[in-house]
């Protein structure tokens, strides 16, 4: 591609150096973490980004990313973060009414039944809140309160 240039390098922040990362690669108990200090030890020491990914066993683009979240958090940034995961189907004041319903018990002129039942209780979630729920899925929340008490 004529025209295109490749960008400079990022810099590493300049309160490490490679000796300081090779130490706290040993002293580490994360693999990942280690693996990632080690590489970037190696740009300190005045290797290309391609030996560092290299020693990584990754790519350029993901030593760019270490690179990046060392500068911004130091060692801390390339620990491995916990997945976000699913977020939950009920937020707290659902979950909250939901409790609430259940320990009052239904009023039959006004839902109807005379004891709750999963599907009861997913039918009032959706009337109340507009949350579409499985009769397990509900089973499962009221299971959790029972583990939590």
């Known amino acids: 591609m004529e025209g295109m240039t490749m960008g400079a390098a990022i810099g590493l922040r300049d309160d490490f150096d490679a000796v300081g990362s090779t130490r706290m690669a ?49 060692p801390d940034g390339l620990l491995d973060g916990k997945a976000p995961g699913k977020p939950p189907l009920l937020n707290d004041a659902q979950r909250q009414a939901l409790a609430e319903v259940v320990e009052s018990g239904p009023i039959p002129a006004i839902h109807g039944v005379v004891r709750w039942r999963l599907m009861d209780l997913a039918r009032w979630l959706h009337d109340e809140f507009g949350v579409s729920l499985t009769e397990t899925t509900v089973g499962r929340e009221l299971k959790s309160w029972a583990m939590s008490n």
């Open 26 to 74: 040993r002293a580490t108990r994360s693999a990942n973490q280690g693996r990632r200090l080690l590489a970037l030890a190696e740009i300190y020491d005045g290797a290309s980004r391609s030996d560092a990914a290299r020693i990584g066993g990754v790519t350029l683009q993901i030593v760019r990313d270490w690179v990046v979240r060392f500068n911004a958090q130091g």
